[in-house]
Nanobody
Framework: QATLVESGGGLVQAGASLRLSCAASGLTFTLYTVGWFRQAPGQEREFVAR????????YYADSLEDRFTISRDNSKNTAYLQMNNLKPEDTAVYYC?????????????????????WGQGTQVTVSS
């Protein structure tokens, strides 16, 4: 049974940083692309960032690339999302997800429905 577990969320003030972790188990981690998504109350789940199996190829939502960094450590079966200069509009539940590499299609890594495995989410709240 594949499982993804996020951690590292919390309540912070605007301008602070957080690092989210996504620990994977029950799957061969290097076979999977990992994505981060977020969902604010009343809004659809939106793409944040994605890293391929090697950790070398990364994509970000256009508005987040200057503040967020995605990475992974395959030796620890863990992916990360470093978030700097947080803003109140970053408040959301953050989810990590995994999709078998090569199966998401061209640009499919932006689409939540393409991902097979999901974590339970971690709340990030940024106060002004």
């Amino acid at each position: 049974q594949a499982t993804l577990v996020e951690s590292g969320g919390g309540l912070v003030q605007a301008g602070a940083s957080l690092r989210l972790s996504c620990a994977a188990s029950g799957l061969t981690f290097t076979l999977y692309t990992v994505g981060w998504f977020r969902q604010a109350p009343g809004q659809e789940r939106e793409f944040v960032a994605r890293v391929d199996w090697s950790g070398l190829n990364k994509y970000y939502a256009d508005s987040l690339e200057d503040r967020f960094t995605i990475s992974r450590d395959n030796s620890k079966n863990t992916a990360y999302l470093q978030m700097n200069n947080l803003k109140p509009e970053d408040t959301a539940v953050y989810y990590c997800a995994a999709v078998l590499r090569g199966s998401e299609g061209l640009g499919g890594w932006r689409i939540p429905e393409k991902y097979r495995y999901w974590g339970q989410g971690t709340q990030v709240t940024v106060s002004s």
